[in-house]
């Protein structure tokens, strides 16, 4: 059995990642981490790396560097920031019994680097809380991917690395429909809203996308997505004609989850919806998806399907909300009982998430 020595808990905020600047030289080694991981893209590796190598890596890196541009800070990579914010802020709730650090799946800081950071200081007791509200083996399995490397080692054919010890590990599991998260963007919908000159003929509620036949083979992503928006849109009490559902981002020549946002926005701007407000409920921290693919193209498509520019709204991502991160500390406290002797697990929940109606499509 495992003795603690520390009396702090380590809490990893886990995201997907970054890039270290918006530049091709940045890029390429991120994309080629990134889409090297066989949970985002399976195909048969040996012919996808001859594709990645050979043209991805060669053209996606300096388009991808223009539209990085479009949204960096001057603090850097908006994901970055927002998730330091984060991760600074649930600081600050927790208190000193906590150890918050932040760690990417991709890029830097990487969770490698966060759980080295704990190791070190002697925190043998760590909870992960993926930054993905639905489960997807594309992300949050990912992330699980990364700790148990981080916390065991790594292991393949050719070579083995057992690590003597390893710290306990707690995951945090998905939050698709806690009342605190529904609450949270609820509430910063309601905020956001207020400041618009006039109220959106429609909301329109997109998730990232993944190829339709992950879900065929088991991923529940999809339907956690619409477990969210249906909760949401019975918090915010919405018709079925103010809202729809869609997923953004797709890649490649193959089928991913419909409705695709992009057709969505088009069909939008043509059938006469003047006003439109877009918010990502499966983002809570804004990057190039919501920013850049969202926030200037979406606006573009919509324009050039006939829309107005200034009736085309972006919502921003939860990011550092009070709201969100009094959900994300409570979840940390629920997930801690018996690590702390002040620890329990909070009652208003009864440990279960409320049912949803069934989805609007």
Known sequence: MMIPTSNRIGVLVAQLGTPDAP????????????????????YNPFIWQLILNGIILNTRPRRSAKLYERIWLPEGSPLLVYTQKQAAALQALLG?????????????????????????EDIDRIMILPMFPQFSSTTTGSIYDAVYKAAAGRRCPLFHERKRNIPTLRFIAPYYAHPGYIGAMAQHLR?????????????????????????ATGDPYR?????????????????????????????????WLEPYTDATIEHLAKSGQQRVLVFS?????????????LGNEGRETFEEAGGHGDHYHL???????????????????????????????????????????????
């Not at 477990?227 to 809202?243: E, F, G, I, P």
């Open 96 to 120: 000193e019994n906590y150890r918050v650090i932040a760690g990417m799946t991709y890029g830097n800081p990487s969770i490698q680097s966060a759980m080295d950071t704990l190791t070190q």
């Open 223 to 255: 339907q956690q997505c619409e477990m969210t928006a249906q909760h949401l849109v019975n918090a915010l009490k919405l018709r079925d004609d103010q809202w729809c559902l869609s997923f953004q981002s797709r890649f490649g020549p193959e089928k």
């Open 191 to 215: 905020e956001t809203l207020h400041t618009l000159p006039a109220q959106p003929d429609k909301i329109m509620m997109t998730f990232h996308g993944i190829p339709a036949r992950y879900i």
């Open 23 to 42: 530049t091709p030289q940045a890029l390429r080694p991120y994309l080629k981490q990134f889409l090297s991981d066989m949970r985002v893209i399976d």
């Open 281 to 293: 409920p499966g983002f809570v921290t804004d990057c190039l998806e919501t920013l850049d693919e």
């Open 315 to 361: 919502a921003t991502c939860l990011n550092n909300h009070p709201a969100f991160v009094a959900m994300l500390a409570e979840l940390v406290r629920d997930n801690a009982g018996g690590w702390l002797p002040e620890v329990g697990v909070s009652t208003h929940t009864n440990g279960k998430y409320p049912a949803a109606a069934s989805v609007n499509a």
